[in-house]
């Protein structure tokens, strides 16, 4: 007899309990995060009743493993750009936010008696909301058109990126088992070089790879591909010092800056939803129901304190950052929950051994509450705010109406501002860039050419040289590179106490070079007198081949920028909001009264105050169209409006919401069928018009054959004839009557 190994065993188990857990949680429309979990309960070791899972290390894996997806999608939906995007708005809410329930957390915890490590973890799990759970609601309840969602959108993407640095930093803290604050500089200093040197080196190389192979690269590849380069990523990570987790979501932010993100996201959707799965079942695993009983009353302080703590610190942060009272309420009402980043901080806290096991499944209760309570709580907002507006003092509402106003103006630079933006960054990337080359060069180059080409004295110098020549540019670029031209022309001459410190700046760049330079010759040689030489020739090298150096250095910089706007380029949208109306991107469904009509016909300006800025039809784009243009089955159309205006332009959009007629059958039920004419069929001597073989079959003669001449698409008016087979496309459950009368 065959032995079926146990991890397949264990794996058909949980996919069964999950596949009947999620239906159940589809039909009564709750979120399927919920339904795994309570697979995973089901199947786990706390009860008895039911098959359990044997093997619980492999299972474990494979949860990792679905983790690894986990990031790597929700990094394709990241992108740094959208960081650089959203605003102060976005980013001082979910600062605020973050900062208040880090602080709630922890005092929580220590008011309930727990330890300061689990403390220090609740806080951490309570400080980031749930992406899936907030999209999810907003689909149903149809406010991703509100202006409020644009800035609850930005906010989950600033709150992505402080999870990744929280995983650094509770790591860092749970290993040292103390608040160390060198530790914890060298850890942040840590994650920003590898942050800045993977998305530099990604956007450069991963694009244009996938540029030069775009034409064997079919779903399959693209697919194989892909996957690929999260594992790689996910390697080098773990190989520096970070998580699996990290290098997932770095790499999938970085193929999410690429023209082909979008479908690199559809191809990986299975896989990701497949071991995504099998992460929240075993989620539901580790929970004990003797221990959400015994902590039932912590469970319900922390629920409060969540939503509670979760409405005033976003809410807050959005008035702080100049939003309008109505989208500051409807932003820390939707934000009011927990969610997947908060199962993968538990998870690191039960991993380390630092944390409490009660903790896990607190945290997990505490998701399953808030998720049942978002859509609620999102879809009471509206009228919240105007309980608020009615009921607090009419000064504050005026006084939150005008800062609101007054930061809405636009921010104008110095001359000061632009330079050292400018300057900074130029010497922050070139720095990174350049110690990353030394590193590279002293364990990496300078090893392989001794162990596999020239050993001793002369392997070092060609490591050596061969460095400095892959240096070249980016020392020129760090040294000589003029910037913001005009500002600093502006500096120099219209001021006369601001040479000293232009001066200054220039040396510090300069100073900069040479010392990389000498860092660099330090890991071969450490006699002051050949380093000395060495930056000397170099210094005299730069000077005389700085055109050559700039024109090499442009095409590595343009080459790294197309790369980086791509994607922007070619899903390129005007950016004009005006006052309190916002972008929202619609799609005219087939079955709505606009299909056909052209914008004067419709009126949508006149009739709702809507204005439509761009018309994407397939790969075409219309901006600005003109009044004589026509509207076509999905066409997206970007509008822009007010929410209310774009509220009651969205169900012109969609379409009327009736009932399916008869008529409107599946593709499914059309079909090809052969009619055999005799003398008694109700269509003899009719022609195909008259016959009513359209009506009754809701379909078309496509084909005739009489006496062996085949006839392709006959003419209407064509009479049939005894003995005549007849070819229809119709419905299935037509045709067969049409046969009984002939037969």
Request: hydrophobic share 50%; charged share 15%.
């Given at each position: 007899?065959?032995?079926?190994?146990v991890l397949i065993a264990d794996l058909g188990l949980i996919l069964a309990a999950a596949g009947v857990t999620t239906l159940l949680f589809k039909k009564i429309k709750q979120p399927l995060v919920l339904g795994y979990i309570l697979a995973g309960l089901l199947v786990g070791p706390h009860v008895q009743f039911l098959p359990t899972v044997t093997d619980n290390e492999s299972i474990t894996i494979w949860a990792e493993i679905g983790?690894?997806?986990?990031?790597?999608?929700?990094?394709?939906?990241?992108?740094?750009?959208?960081?650089?995007?959203?605003?102060?708005?976005?980013?001082?809410?979910?600062?605020?936010?973050?900062?208040?329930?880090?602080?709630?957390?922890?005092?929580?915890?220590?008011?309930?008696?727990?330890?300061?490590?689990?403390?220090?973890?609740?806080?951490?799990?309570?400080?980031?909301?749930?992406?899936?759970?907030?999209?999810?609601?907003?689909?149903?309840l149809g406010v991703k058109h509100k202006k409020f969602a644009g800035l609850v959108f930005g906010v989950l993407i600033v709150e992505d990126l402080v999870a990744i640095l929280l995983l650094v930093l509770l790591s860092t803290l749970a290993v040292s088992q103390q608040f160390a604050g060198v530790e914890m500089l060298v850890s942040i200093l840590k994650l920003s070089f590898f942050l800045i040197l993977w998305f530099i080196g990604?956007?450069?190389?991963?694009?244009?790879?996938?540029?030069?192979?775009?034409?064997?690269?079919?779903?399959?590849?693209?697919?194989?591909?892909?996957?690929?380069?999260?594992?790689?990523?996910?390697?080098?990570?773990?190989?520096?010092?970070?998580?699996?987790?990290?290098?997932?979501?770095?790499?999938?932010?970085?193929?999410?800056?690429?023209?082909?993100?979008?479908?690199?996201?559809?191809?990986?959707?299975?896989?990701?939803?497949?071991?995504?799965?099998?992460?929240?079942?075993?989620?539901?695993?580790?929970?004990?129901?003797?221990?959400?009983?015994?902590?039932?009353?912590?469970?319900?302080?922390?629920?409060?304190?969540?939503?509670?703590?979760?409405?005033?610190?976003?809410?807050?942060?959005?008035?702080?950052?100049?939003?309008?009272?109505?989208?500051?309420?409807?932003?820390?009402?939707?934000?009011?929950?927990?969610?997947?980043?908060?199962?993968?901080?538990?998870?690191?806290?039960?991993?380390?051994?630092?944390?409490?096991?009660?903790?896990?499944?607190?945290?997990?209760?505490?998701?399953?509450?808030?998720?049942?309570?978002t859509p609620y709580l999102i879809k009471s907002s509206e009228p919240f705010y105007k309980f608020l507006e009615r009921n607090l003092p009419a000064k504050w509402v005026a006084g939150i109406s005008r800062y609101s106003t007054s930061t809405a103006g636009i921010t104008t630079l110095s001359d000061w501002k632009v330079f050292l933006k400018a300057y900074t960054f130029n010497i922050i990337i070139h720095s990174v860039i350049l110690?990353?080359?030394?590193?590279?060069?002293?364990?990496?180059?300078?090893?392989?050419?001794?162990?596999?080409?020239?050993?001793?004295?002369?392997?070092?110098?060609?490591?050596?040289?061969?460095?400095?020549?892959?240096?070249?540019?980016?020392?020129?670029?760090?040294?000589?590179?003029?910037?913001?031209?005009?500002?600093?022309?502006?500096?120099?001459?219209?001021?006369?106490?601001?040479?000293?410190?232009?001066?200054?700046?220039?040396?510090?760049?300069?100073?900069?070079?040479?010392?990389?330079?000498?860092?660099?010759?330090?890991?071969?040689?450490?006699?002051?007198?050949?380093?000395?030489?060495?930056?000397?020739?170099?210094?005299?090298?730069?000077?005389?081949?700085?055109?050559?150096?700039?024109?090499?250095?442009?095409?590595?910089?343009?080459?790294?920028?197309?790369?980086?706007?791509?994607?922007?380029?070619?899903?390129?949208?005007?950016?004009?909001?005006?006052?309190?109306?916002?972008?929202?991107?619609?799609?005219?469904?087939?079955?709505?009264?606009?299909?056909?009509?052209?914008?004067?016909?419709?009126?949508?300006?006149?009739?709702?105050?809507?204005?439509?800025?761009?018309?994407?039809?397939?790969?075409?784009?219309?901006?600005?169209?003109?009044?004589?243009?026509?509207?076509?089955?999905?066409?997206?159309?970007?509008?822009?409006?007010?929410?209310?205006?774009?509220?009651?332009?969205?169900?012109?959009?969609?379409?009327?919401?009736?009932?399916?007629?008869?008529?409107?059958?599946?593709?499914?039920?059309?079909?090809?069928?052969?009619?055999?004419?005799?003398?008694?069929?109700?269509?003899?001597?009719?022609?195909?018009?008259?016959?009513?073989?359209?009506?009754?079959?809701?379909?078309?003669?496509?084909?005739?054959?009489?006496?062996?001449?085949?006839?392709?698409?006959?003419?209407?008016?064509?009479?049939?004839?005894?003995?005549?087979?007849?070819?229809?496309?119709?419905?299935?459950?037509?045709?067969?009557?049409?046969?009984?009368?002939?037969?």
């Amino acid at each position: 007899m065959l032995h079926l190994p146990v991890l397949i065993a264990d794996l058909g188990l949980i996919l069964a309990a999950a596949g009947v857990t999620t239906l159940l949680f589809k039909k009564i429309k709750q979120p399927l995060v919920l339904g795994y979990i309570l697979a995973g309960l089901l199947v786990g070791p706390h009860v008895q009743f039911l098959p359990t899972v044997t093997d619980n290390e492999s299972i474990t894996i494979w949860a990792e493993i679905g983790v690894i997806f986990l990031l790597f999608n929700l990094g394709l939906e990241f992108s740094f750009k959208k960081l650089v995007k959203v605003g102060g708005s976005s980013s001082i809410t979910a600062i605020v936010e973050v900062v208040f329930m880090l602080l709630i957390g922890f005092a929580a915890g220590k008011l309930m008696g727990w330890s300061t490590m689990d403390s220090i973890f609740l806080g951490g799990i309570l400080s980031v909301s749930s992406t899936t759970i907030i999209i999810r609601a907003f689909e149903e309840l149809g406010v991703k058109h509100k202006k409020f969602a644009g800035l609850v959108f930005g906010v989950l993407i600033v709150e992505d990126l402080v999870a990744i640095l929280l995983l650094v930093l509770l790591s860092t803290l749970a290993v040292s088992q103390q608040f160390a604050g060198v530790e914890m500089l060298v850890s942040i200093l840590k994650l920003s070089f590898f942050l800045i040197l993977w998305f530099i080196g990604g956007i450069f190389l991963i694009p244009t790879f996938l540029k030069a192979t775009r034409k064997l690269m079919n779903d399959e590849t693209m697919l194989i591909v892909s996957l690929a380069l999260c594992l790689l990523m996910v390697l080098l990570a773990v190989e520096v010092g970070f998580s699996a987790a990290l290098g997932a979501f770095i790499m999938g932010s970085i193929l999410a800056e690429t023209t082909q993100a979008e479908r690199i996201e559809h191809l990986t959707k299975s896989v990701k939803d497949l071991f995504a799965a099998i992460f929240f079942v075993s989620v539901g695993m580790l929970i004990d129901p003797k221990v959400l009983i015994d902590y039932a009353g912590p469970i319900m302080i922390i629920t409060v304190a969540t939503v509670l703590g979760k409405f005033l610190s976003s809410g807050f942060g959005a008035l702080l950052s100049g939003q309008p009272l109505k989208t500051a309420v409807q932003t820390g009402m939707s934000l009011a929950q927990i969610g997947e980043f908060s199962f993968i901080i538990a998870t690191l806290g039960l991993s380390l051994k630092v944390t409490s096991e009660f903790l896990y499944p607190i945290a997990v209760a505490v998701s399953a509450i808030t998720t049942f309570t978002t859509p609620y709580l999102i879809k009471s907002s509206e009228p919240f705010y105007k309980f608020l507006e009615r009921n607090l003092p009419a000064k504050w509402v005026a006084g939150i109406s005008r800062y609101s106003t007054s930061t809405a103006g636009i921010t104008t630079l110095s001359d000061w501002k632009v330079f050292l933006k400018a300057y900074t960054f130029n010497i922050i990337i070139h720095s990174v860039i350049l110690i990353s080359m030394v590193f590279l060069s002293s364990r990496v180059l300078q090893p392989f050419i001794e162990d596999n080409l020239l050993g001793g004295h002369k392997g070092t110098i060609i490591s050596l040289l061969v460095t400095l020549m892959i240096m070249m540019p980016f020392l020129w670029a760090l040294s000589l590179r003029k910037l913001e031209r005009k500002a600093y022309s502006n500096l120099w001459l219209n001021k006369k106490y601001t040479r000293g410190p232009l001066v200054a700046l220039e040396s510090l760049r300069i100073g900069l070079a040479v010392f990389f330079v000498g860092f660099l010759i330090f890991q071969f040689y450490n006699t002051l007198v050949s380093i000395s030489l060495a930056l000397v020739m170099i210094v005299l090298v730069m000077m005389i081949f700085s055109r050559r150096l700039q024109a090499f250095y442009n095409r590595l910089e343009n080459r790294f920028l197309y790369n980086l706007n791509a994607r922007e380029e070619q899903n390129a949208q005007p950016e004009i909001l005006p006052w309190d109306t916002h972008l929202a991107e619609l799609t005219v469904a087939p079955e709505s009264k606009l299909v056909g009509l052209s914008l004067v016909e419709l009126s949508i300006r006149e009739k709702f105050g809507v204005n439509i800025a761009m018309i994407e039809r397939g790969k075409k784009r219309i901006p600005t169209p003109g009044r004589d243009e026509r509207l076509y089955p999905y066409d997206k159309i970007l509008v822009i409006g007010t929410d209310d205006q774009l509220a009651a332009v969205q169900e012109l959009f969609a379409g009327p919401q009736e009932e399916v007629e008869e008529s409107n059958f599946p593709k499914k039920d059309m079909t090809l069928q052969k009619v055999i004419i005799n003398s008694k069929s109700p269509v003899y001597g009719f022609s195909i018009r008259n016959s009513g073989i359209r009506e009754m079959t809701q379909g078309l003669v496509v084909g005739i054959e009489r006496k062996g001449e085949r006839i392709l698409n006959p003419d209407s008016n064509l009479v049939f004839e005894n003995d005549d087979i007849v070819w229809i496309v119709g419905n299935v459950k037509k045709i067969p009557e049409l046969l009984k009368k002939i037969g």
